[in-house]
Structures are given as structure tokens and as C-alpha cells.
């Protein structure tokens, strides 16, 4: 699995180990302060703000069909 960079507000950077289909974390796991998923080797992107609303609202879940092929 891949392991993901967040840092905590509370605890600081951490790594965590994910599957590539598990949503985000928003939540510290140990203190469950807000989190921030820290993107590639450069840290210092700064999120604008306005991508994290309302991902809850999809929770239909396409597992297995999406990947499936579709070739023919
Ligand atoms: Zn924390």
C-alpha cells in the first residue's frame, strides 16, 4: 500500500499506509484534530481551500466495475 504524508495540527507530520482507493483522512487518528494530506515530496503547495467540500456526499461505490476493462 502507499503511504501518505499528513500533518496534524495537534501531532505534527505523520505517515500513514492507505489503500490508493481509501478516501482521505480528515481526522488525526490519534487525536482527531483536522488533517491535512500533504501531496508529493514538495510540501509546500499550498491547498487554495475549495477542493475539500462535500466529498462525503458520493459515497456510491463503483468498486470493481471502474477498473474492469471496457476494451471490447
Ligand atoms: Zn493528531
Redesign the pocket.
Known sequence: MPTYDYR????GKFQIEQSIKAKPLTQ?P????P?RRLIGKNVNVILKGSGFYSTDNRKESTTGKDSADKAS
Open positions: 496534524c495540527e495537534q501531532c488525526c490519534t487525536c482527531g484534530n488533517v
